[in-house]
């Protein structure tokens, strides 16, 4: 019987609710279990005003070496990306600092990087993943986690669900995603204490101040290329940048600039000396942008802007950047089952766009780790510079005496610097780098005072640049790349499709086994990379291998000939080197087995047995 009565869920109900619906899916023995929302988390949950499409995931669980892949990479990418669900990843749960460490590791091999956070939210942005640290659950950016994305029409939607990657040109293998490094400027960090000849005075120099930016990182890598390899960098790779792709709300102080006064005193005639102070209200001195790398496993290999800017300056600027790949179908007839290496070059650009106005621009660094950013104010830098009239009659007004249209606005609103730099480590490098962005601002403001002459009436105007007070306020943010990643293998992934079904993939399942299910081209668990030493590596954990000791299962990569593979018979057969057994399958389940060396292999049907493949570039690290 259907219920006709309907009822409303409080924003913390509904989430508990689609939580342990989850759970229910998943792990009906632990109705409260990964889903389910504990502690501050709780707090968190309860500020979201749209649970729906909400999942909380509890990183302990991953400790427990269970069979649950569902933050598989495959599903947080459809989820976010296409059904508009968002992601809050809990790490307050594991007490122990080396179990920690082994859960982000995990984090970092389905998504290559990992944070120092104890809550990561995932959430979508310009078709990509944009993640954000969060402190706990008074942390301003928890509003990121509300729903903001209408999922894709289904109309828009293909029925085809293989759709293999074929561009007219073939893009270098890659990663990208977003790190949001948003803040609110509260009250008391825009508030400077004056010296005044009335002693100290303060003022709230901001109003709605905030920094918003968002860095896209894009990780990869350049195969070398060329009749001796030096054409193209033969390096692991990781851009980040603000360009004209993305950049966020910006950095704002104000919607405006006026003046404000911080004493003033009354003088009767003949008497004289000092009348007013006033400030402006909130500009920025200065934006810096410092990027650091933890180690000397990731050097700054290049740059943009690569030189210091003078203000006023106007122009669009390309990073182009020349790659060398592997597997161009127009460079290699085999296309996916042809041998790894680099076979061609691929040029990507990026746009900047740099209107500097008042503002100079100028580069630093303190080693190869490191690179700063500082736009410093160079046109009207000081209060004198825009001073009016210095003299002016008793009668006249007594307000703040400057020109203060002549102050751009990116001085205190909306301010969004364009920049990037390329990491690049050796081919062979390992283990992990953490980089750290501080994006920060100094404010200060502009001072001046009025003085009256005695007997003569006269009001004289001062700037005062002598009290020189700046208060500086930033935003830190920080992801540790995985150099072990497969992006970072350069290969091109492919996946392995039995020809004697419709449509029937090799994919990784749980406990590192191996089944066959239905092709998906952006599935990463069904993709594979064809390395330099003819292995078949997974593209989800670069330490798993094809091995033909045993084809049920993937073991940990090694140097072992069982691991080794080659396509024979017109690139119809795959067989192991070692063995020289033929990948087979069984027709009646497609479950994977040898095929012993001998065997007809014009008979196999005869066997409940096939061995023809098909094998095509898959769409998992794609070019956005």
């Given at each position: 019987m259907v219920n006709k009565y309907k009822f409303a869920l409080t924003p913390l109900a509904a989430i508990l609710f689609s939580c342990s619906v989850q759970a229910s899916q998943y792990h009906e023995a632990e109705a409260f279990s990964m889903y389910e929302p504990v502690g501050d988390a709780v707090n968190i949950v309860s500020r979201i005003n749209d649970p729906e499409g909400l999942r909380y995931i509890n990183a302990k669980y991953w400790l427990n070496d269970n069979d649950d892949l569902s933050l598989g990479f495959d599903r947080v990418d459809q989820i976010v990306k296409d059904e508009g669900g968002r992601y809050l990843i809990d790490f307050t749960e594991i007490f122990d600092y080396s179990d920690k460490i082994k859960a982000k590791k995990l984090f970092s091999r389905i998504f290559g990087i990992s944070f120092d956070a104890d809550y990561v939210a995932i959430t979508k942005y310009k078709e990509s993943l944009l993640f954000t640290e969060l402190t706990g659950s008074g942390d301003q950016n928890v509003t990121i986690l509300n729903r903001t994305y209408e999922p894709m029409a289904l109309a828009l939607m293909s029925d085809d669900p293989y759709q293999p990657l074929v561009p007219k040109q073939i893009p270098v293998p890659n990663v990208a995603f977003y790190v949001n490094a948003s803040r609110q400027i509260?009250?008391?960090?825009?508030?400077?204490?004056?010296?005044?000849?009335?002693?100290?005075?303060?003022?709230?120099?901001?109003?709605d101040a905030n920094i918003s930016l968002i860095y896209k990182v894009n990780m990869q890598r350049s195969l070398a290329f060329g009749s001796i390899g030096d054409s193209t960098p033969d390096a692991k790779l990781v851009r980040v940048a603000i360009d004209d792709s993305t950049t966020g709300g910006g950095i704002s102080l104000n919607k405006n600039l006026r003046g404000l006064y911080l004493t003033s005193h009354g003088i009767s005639w003949p008497n004289g000396g000092n009348e007013a102070e006033w400030t402006t209200t909130a500009i920025a001195r200065d934006y810096t942008f410092d990027f650091t790398a933890s180690n000397r496993k990731a050097r700054v290999l290049r740059t943009i802007p690569s030189n210091n800017l003078n203000a006023n300056y106007d122009n669009k600027e390309t990073s182009s950047f020349q790659f060398g790949i592997s597997g161009t179908l127009e460079a290699n007839k085999d296309g996916a089952k042809g041998n790894f290496g680099a076979?061609?070059?691929?040029?990507?650009?990026?746009?900047?766009?740099?209107?500097?106005?008042?503002?100079?621009?100028?580069?630093?660094?303190?080693?190869?780790?490191?690179?700063?950013?500082?736009?410093?104010?160079?046109?009207?830098?000081?209060?004198?510079?825009?001073?009016?009239?210095?003299?002016?009659?008793?009668?006249?007004?007594?307000?703040?005496?400057?020109?203060?249209?002549?102050?751009?606005?990116?001085?205190?609103?909306?301010?969004?610097?364009?920049?990037?730099?390329?990491y690049s480590a050796n081919p062979e490098e390992t283990g992990a780098t953490k980089v750290n962005i501080n994006s920060s601002v100094g404010i200060t403001g502009f001072r001046y005072y009025s003085w009256i002459r005695p007997f003569i009436s006269l009001r004289h105007f001062y700037s005062k640049d002598e009290d020189n007070q700046v208060k500086r306020v930033g935003k830190n943010v920080s992801f540790t790349i995985n150099w072990e990643h497969p992006v970072f293998t350069g290969a091109r992934p492919v996946n392995l499709q039995l020809a004697s079904f419709n449509n029937r993939c090799i994919e990784l399942n749980a406990n590192d086994t191996v089944k066959t299910r239905r092709c998906e081209s952006s599935k990463h668990s069904q993709a594979f990379i064809f390395d330099a030493d003819n292995r078949y590596v997974s593209a989800t954990d670069s330490n798993l291998c094809l091995d033909g000791m045993d084809v049920t299962k993937l073991e940990t990569c090694s140097a072992n000939l069982s691991q080794t593979w080659e396509w024979v018979s017109n690139k119809r057969f795959l067989r192991n080197k070692f063995t020289k057994e033929v990948l087979g399958y069984k027709l009646s389940n497609g479950e994977l087995t040898n095929i012993p060396v001998g065997t007809d292999m014009d008979n196999l049907k005869v066997l409940d047995l096939g061995a023809e493949y098909q094998s095509r570039y898959v769409d998992v690290f794609r070019d956005k």
């Open positions: 509260s009250d008391q960090d825009c508030k400077i204490e004056w010296n005044t000849f009335d002693g100290k005075e303060s003022r709230d120099m901001c109003q076979s061609a070059v691929w040029k990507q650009e990026k746009h900047l766009t740099f209107k500097t106005f008042d503002y100079g621009v100028t580069k630093a660094n303190r080693n190869e780790q490191n690179v700063s950013f500082k736009w410093e104010r160079e046109q009207y830098p000081t209060a004198y510079s825009i001073l009016n009239n210095p003299v002016y009659g008793y009668t006249a007004p007594n307000g703040i005496p400057a020109y203060l249209n002549k102050i751009n606005p990116i001085g205190y609103a909306n301010f969004t610097p364009k920049m990037e730099v390329i």
